[in-house]
């Protein structure tokens, strides 16, 4: 159960409503029985909703005390004759919907902190929160409905859309950002890139006169940094879903859906497709293009092209199977000569 203390006091939902929101099917069950929270199957009692996707825990979920377990067709004989049942396609993403009706994002009561310094030219839509050591400096338009936690900085002209979440300490410029987006603790978005030109007597920064444009329901995590183009434009597409630590280095264009887990690092730019999945700690050299529904084994380092829908791994990135098969290689060959 989440502590209340943070996450206030969940709903009281019944298992048909429970239904409705995950499209499931009730494989067994009362569909006026009703839950008051979501837990996992080892803590659950008989008022909680737990899942299985994962068939490791196969075992818990036999001796689960669960009232409610949401389950894949297949698992519904290994279930205790008590609980009621949820038939999803895809567990994790039902449990997902469950615990977000449970614990509704709070609406904002549209405060603007008075410790908060706003510049008059700036327009704040209603309904949004402005917290204690806001800077909003001048002509910035902020959307309906929004949250800019304490301490956050958005320098001059920056657009944020609806529904649009900034967490404390955060630091937005030169960008425009979509609706639904949030933007987690200690990030930074829209400063200089690392562009300089060599010269004998020392390096000569290049102006970046781009910009960084954000789509809708993007996450960018805590300490991120996200550089502005030097001319084209940063580009994160819509849905991206981006981990803590990743450094999105000038004009680097991130197509919809992809994923990048932490401590990525991503050269100038490079250009990545729709719904890739890149590994945490992997590197990109700058000027290469990553083609759609691709995955980057984590750590890897990607120094040439990578054809759409491939899985690669290594460093130097090669495919998957090729890398392990001369991984084995180099195991057996290292054992003969020891």
Not at 77 to 86: K, V
Not at 107 to 113: E, H, K, R
Not at 163 to 175: G, H, P, V
Not at 236 to 247: F, K, L, T
């Amino acid at each position: 159960m989440a502590d209340p203390r943070f996450f206030g006091a969940p709903k009281t939902l019944t298992l048909e409503s429970l239904a409705s929101i995950t499209n499931s099917k009730i494989a067994r069950g009362n569909p006026q029985a009703k839950f008051t929270d979501v837990a996992p199957l080892t803590a659950a009692t008989r008022s909680n909703v737990s899942f299985l996707d994962n068939k490791r825990y196969i075992s818990q979920f036999s001796r689960s005390n669960a009232g409610a377990c949401v389950i894949a067709a297949a698992m519904v004989d290994r279930a205790p004759e008590e609980m009621s049942l949820l038939v999803a396609e895809d567990p994790y993403l039902a449990y997902a919907l469950i615990a977000a009706a449970f614990y509704p994002k709070p609406l904002f009561d549209g405060n603007i902190s008075k410790h908060a310094m706003i510049a008059p030219s700036a327009v704040i839509g209603s309904g949004s929160n402005i917290s204690h050591g806001t800077v909003i400096e001048e002509n910035v338009r902020i959307g309906s409905r929004c949250w800019i936690g304490p301490n956050v900085v958005i320098e001059p002209h920056c657009l944020i859309g609806n529904d649009t979440r900034i967490e404390a300490n955060a630091s937005l410029s030169y960008c425009i950002v979509g609706d639904r987006v949030h933007v987690y603790q200690g990030a930074c978005i829209g400063q200089d890139g690392f562009g300089f030109a060599s010269s004998l007597t020392g390096a000569v920064r290049v102006p970046q006169l781009g910009r960084v444009i954000i789509g809708n329901d993007v996450e960018i995590g805590a300490n991120t940094t996200i550089d502005r183009g030097a001319g084209p434009d940063t580009v994160i597409g819509p849905g991206c879903m981006i981990d803590n630590m990743v450094h999105i280095g000038h004009n680097v264009e991130i197509g919809a859906h992809t994923i990048i887990v932490s401590q990525v690092g991503i050269s100038g730019s490079t250009k990545i497709g729709n719904s890739v999945v890149i590994g945490g700690q992997s590197g990109f050299a700058g000027h290469i293009e990553i083609g759609d529904g691709a995955k980057i084994a984590a750590r890897s380092g990607v120094f040439r092209n990578i054809e759409p829908g491939i899985t690669v791994a290594g460093f130097p990135a090669k495919p998957r199977r090729q890398w392990l098969k001369e991984h084995v290689i180099i195991s057996k060959l290292t054992k003969k000569r020891s």
